[in-house]
């Protein structure tokens, strides 16, 4: 029998919250909110590798945008990281700023 990081039972819940705004300067028509997360855990017999991976984004018209997300997922958890970013488009281009 092989069981899998589901068949363990162990659950891992993240939350993540980010705000951007923008103030002064060129004027921003939407912003684009995104989460990078990743779980690294036990995989069979070969040592530490992805079980869990979501790159949520939400985009909003105007200057201000704040997003939170959560969930959980099952496995046997190393380590995990989360990423956020905030992309703002203005009439001349975009520009992101990465946590």
């Known amino acids: 029998m092989t ?3 589901a068949d363990l039972g162990i659950t891992h819940s993240w939350n993540a919250s980010i705000t951007s705004s ?12 995104c989460f990078s997360v990743r779980g690294y855990g036990l995989v069979g017999t070969s040592g530490v590798g ?13 200057s201000y945008h704040a997003m939170s997300k959560n969930a959980s997922y099952s496995g046997v ?21 990465t946590s």
């Open 3 to 5: 069981l899998n990081n």
């Open 22 to 33: 923008r103030t002064g300067g060129a004027a921003v028509s939407k912003i684009k909110n």
């Open 50 to 62: 992805l079980i869990y991976s979501t790159d949520p984004c939400e985009t909003k018209a105007g």
């Open 77 to 97: 958890l190393v380590y995990s990281t989360i990423q956020s970013s905030g992309t703002f488009y203005t009439a001349g281009g975009s520009f992101t700023l």
